[in-house]
């Protein structure tokens, strides 16, 4: 059964040193580059989360979202059971800003959104 209070905004780590397991099940986990070069293609690995969750028809990860601070750039919409909440994609940027807030967001059909960030350095 859906947890409607997770469904109320977008979720985050009460205390990200100290996570719970369904925070670890639902926090999307960004590799990536520190320092991106800009106009050079760079590419993000994303997967969920650091104890994996489950693709399973009742309960699965929907979709993962890319931003750069507010830019929408990529979605990936996933299916139960065939996929795993896991991508790779080759990103830009040609930001005039040196530092960039990369924002991926991941929906689960029973725990809602969840939200990571990294700060890259664009040079
Ligand atoms: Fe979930």
Known sequence: ???KGLFCGTNRPKDPAN???QEKKH???IECPDTVTAGEPFQVKVHVGAIP???EEGHFVQWIDIYFKENFFARVELTP???????TLTLERHSKHKTSTLRVIER???HGQWEATKE????
């Open 1 to 3: 059964m859906a947890e």
């Open 19 to 21: 996570m719970t397991e």
């Open 27 to 29: 926090m999307p986990v």
């Open 53 to 55: 969750h489950v693709m």
């Open 81 to 87: 059971k065939f996929t795993r909440p896991e991508v």
């Open 108 to 110: 689960c059909n029973l």
């Open 120 to 123: 890259i350095t664009v040079s």
